[in-house]
């Protein structure tokens, strides 16, 4: 069976700080997805990362996948409050056709 | 265009009530997803479609019953619900091309916020 599983689950920090989120998977894959879920909210898709070593920087978060170790990160640079939400990150692997299994999630608040 | 739209956003419904959620995309995707998302959980994927045919069914019960009517339209049956069926109700879409070098990308609508009373 397939498990996604991210790290640390919740994550309370403090503007300013520098955070890195964990995303392990249990399956063959070299893509990866990164998506943002505000309260009440749908998905927003934030990185889409396509083989070993990809590494892609949208402002203060950065993502990178390691597929030899199965590892995805999301690194958090100088948090500000409005990076508050939750974060998933997500595997697709093929069973006839493309199927998206998602992480645990990782509920990120950030203090002021 | 990237939008995939839900409707409605938000339904309420009785046990012996049948109602059904509607998916709409304009991309071109070929494959098309529901997803079911309870409070502070990840997604899970109840069914795939792709080139309008039924791809994948994660042993979703029958009182879902999916549609699709053509490749922009995906539709959700709902019927005989229970409450814990209550939950938000995701539709996804993506380009089924695996040898697409951007990668399968799924865009999500904003869903519907389903209660079952």
């Known amino acids: 069976e397939l498990k996604v599983e991210q790290n640390p689950l919740f994550l309370s920090m403090q503007e300013g700080k520098n955070y890195t989120i964990y995303c392990n998977y249990s399956t063959t894959s070299d893509r990866l997805y990164w998506y943002r879920q505000d309260p009440g909210k749908s998905l927003e898709s934030l990185f889409v990362l396509l083989s070993n070593g990809a590494v892609k920087q949208e402002g203060r978060l950065m993502a990178s996948l390691d597929t030899k170790a199965r590892l995805s990160t999301l690194h958090i640079t100088a948090a500000v409050h409005d990076l508050s939400a939750t974060y998933f990150c997500?595997?697709?692997?093929?069973?006839?056709?493309?199927?998206?299994?998602f992480g645990t999630g990782t509920r990120l608040k950030v203090l002021a | 265009d990237t939008e995939v739209t839900q409707t409605p956003k938000h339904l309420v419904m009785g046990m012996t009530n049948k109602k059904s959620l509607k998916c709409e995309q304009h991309m071109g995707h070929r494959a098309m997803y529901w997803y079911k998302q309870k409070a502070k959980k990840p997604p899970e994927l109840m069914f795939v479609?792709?080139?309008?045919?039924?791809?994948i069914n994660e042993s979703v019960p029958s009182r879902f019953s999916p549609e699709c009517p053509n490749s922009s339209l995906l539709n959700l049956h709902l019927h005989a619900l229970q409450p814990e069926d209550s939950a938000l109700y995701l539709c996804a879409s993506s380009q089924e091309d695996y040898r697409n070098s951007q990668g399968t990308e799924a865009f999500f609508g904003q869903g519907t916020r389903l209660t079952v009373v």
């Open positions: 997500a595997v697709d692997i093929i069973a006839g056709t493309y199927k998206y299994i």
């Open positions: 479609y792709s080139y309008e045919k039924l791809s």
